[in-house]
């Protein structure tokens, strides 16, 4: 099965799920199952996830300059040869005090992250972990991280601003650092989570 | 830290379908005040993280947006960027080299705990925590960490630098925040322990590589605010610059004597007397810094409080 999302107002993303269904013939009439039955069947395997997701590649829809008559819009040039790009998505926080306060912002998020093999399950865990497994002894939440995470041209900047929206008036943004990442990244092991204190 | 809030309730409700043999029953006060909304403990098994040019041929990981005096562009250049287990031999050894990071008994720890327990009045506070330091991380669970990274000034390699910390205990330290006065304030503290942090310097190969600046025996203490007393604040002000902020502790005193002190018995004696002798502090120790070998011996510095701490950017 294959699911393709395309075409969202912000972002433009792509999902390839695969599922496997497997389905048993049955030749017998049916018969209720007795308690202690349906006491043996366990639903477990958890989920193994590759995701393949990409961002704002050829800009957003705040960069339509098809339409030069609507002024509302923010235009950027958004090719490879633009010395100006703002093309990618923007995150923009702002930590308050008032009116006079400005927007921490996470501008130009673009490029393509993808992996194979985000598992998530729960287990229990009872033993290792030079001892404290036996002492712990409880179920985790185990998300398997997919060993590689490959990027292709991702790439953000650190702002401060302080409008929240470039379309703002009287908009000033200083940007801090941009990041570029192409490539893969190892990233392995697995983050257990579990709840703390005395439920 | 067990939180006195009843954070989350969840309630289980199972109905047989067919036959209800009882009827639901409220729950008592005593019964719900047992219930006890506890935190997420995070912990990272088997854990190796790697990012940059050597990871595989071809990679780039750059970061940009400075600016040489004349204009130029600088970019930071990352050669590689790891998290792996001790012994890493400067970042050599990473890929089959795992490791735990917190423990099953003493996790990292994401939670809202309950302000009057941290010097922050009828509030919830946010708190993102590293391991304690009691029963903490042991040798095995601290991690190695290092860059390496090439200075590209103007598209010309200059040179590359390297750091790499070893066996890094992060134990004890937290991010505490809460909303006060229209803004987020905060708290933070660091608790960082290491043996051995090394820096040196390359050419833009990498190799004929300069002298090591070593600091031995790492030690650091530190905490910067002290609940809704003296907040750290982080802000972005209206003309697009960035803020941080530790509080002042002028005003803080209702009765000035004339030595410039607070007079005993006035408003805000008792919160600055406690400022004072048991409020926030840094401490820094290091055993030894050592540069190519030659020792520079030992540093301290102790009891180092902030009254006062404001860092602002300005466009140049």
Redesign the interface.
């Known amino acids: 099965m294959k699911i393709i999302i395309k075409h969202t107002p912000a972002l433009v993303f792509s999902m390839v799920l695969s599922t496997n269904i497997f389905l048993i013939a049955n030749t017998h009439a049916l018969e209720p199952l007795a308690e202690n039955e349906l006491q043996q069947v366990l639903g477990q395997g958890g989920v193994y996830l590759s995701g393949d997701i990409t961002i704002n590649e050829s800009g957003g829809p705040l960069n339509n300059t098809a339409d030069a008559s609507n002024p509302g819009i923010w235009q950027k040039n958004c090719t490879a040869s633009s010395t100006d790009k703002r093309c990618g998505a923007r995150i923009a926080v ?11 912002v996470l501008d130009n998020i673009r490029g393509r992250f993808s992996f194979e093999g985000l598992t998530l399950k729960t287990r229990p ?1 009872n033993s290792g ?2 001892g ?2 036996a ?2 002894d409880a179920d ?1 939440f ?1 998300v398997g ?1 997919p060993n590689k995470v490959n990027y292709s041209n991702v790439s953000f ?1 650190l702002a ?3 409008k929240a929206r470039p379309t703002d008036a009287n908009f ?28 | 830290m067990i939180p006195n809030i009843k954070l989350l309730v969840f309630m289980t409700v199972s109905l047989s379908s067919n036959v209800v043999l009882s009827d639901l029953i409220s729950l008592e006060d005593t019964e719900l005040s047992h219930v006890d909304g506890a935190g997420i403990g995070i912990v990272l098994e088997d854990f190796v993280f790697e990012a940059g040019e050597s990871v595989d041929g071809g990679n780039t990981f750059d970061i940009g947006g400075l600016k040489t005096s004349s204009g130029g562009d600088v970019v930071l250049s990352i050669s590689q960027l790891y998290i792996a287990g001790a012994d890493s031999n400067q970042g050599a050894n990473v890929i089959n080299n795992p490791v735990n990071i917190g423990r099953l008994t003493n996790p990292f720890n994401l939670e809202l705990i309950d302000g009057n327990d941290v010097g922050v009045a009828n509030k919830a506070v946010f708190e993102f925590a590293a391991p304690k330091t009691l029963n903490g991380s042991r040798l095995s669970e601290r991690p190695d960490m290092g860059i390496r990274f090439d200075l590209e000034i103007d598209g010309n390699r200059a040179q590359s630098l390297e750091a790499h910390v070893q066996k890094l205990s992060i134990d004890g330290s937290y991010l505490r925040l809460w909303g006060g006065n229209g803004r987020t304030e905060g708290e933070i503290a660091f608790n960082i322990n290491t043996p051995q942090i090394d820096f040196f310097a390359c050419d833009a190969a990498g190799n004929n590589c300069g002298e090591t600046v070593t600091f031995s025996g790492v030690d650091i203490t530190a905490q910067l605010g002290s609940g809704d007393f003296q907040p750290v604040t982080f802000e972005v002000l209206s003309e697009g610059q960035f803020v941080f902020d530790v509080a002042s502790l002028q005003g803080k005193c209702a009765s000035v004597n004339v030595s410039g002190g607070c007079s005993a018995g006035s408003g805000g004696f008792t919160e600055l007397n406690e400022f004072y002798t048991s409020g926030p502090r840094a401490d820094i120790r290091i055993d030894d810094v050592t540069v190519g070998g030659t020792s520079f011996g030992s540093s301290t510095i102790t009891n180092l409080q902030i009254q006062y701490l404001e860092v602002r950017s300005r466009d140049l």
């Open positions: 702002n930590s308050g005090d008032g009116a006079s306060s400005g927007w921490l865990i972990f030079e404290d497994g002492i712990f985790v185990e991280l900047t401060n601003s302080n000033v943004q200083t940007d801090i650092l941009n990041v570029k990442v192409n490539g893969d990244v190892n990233l392995r092991g697995n983050v257990l989570l579990f709840p703390t204190g005395n439920p």
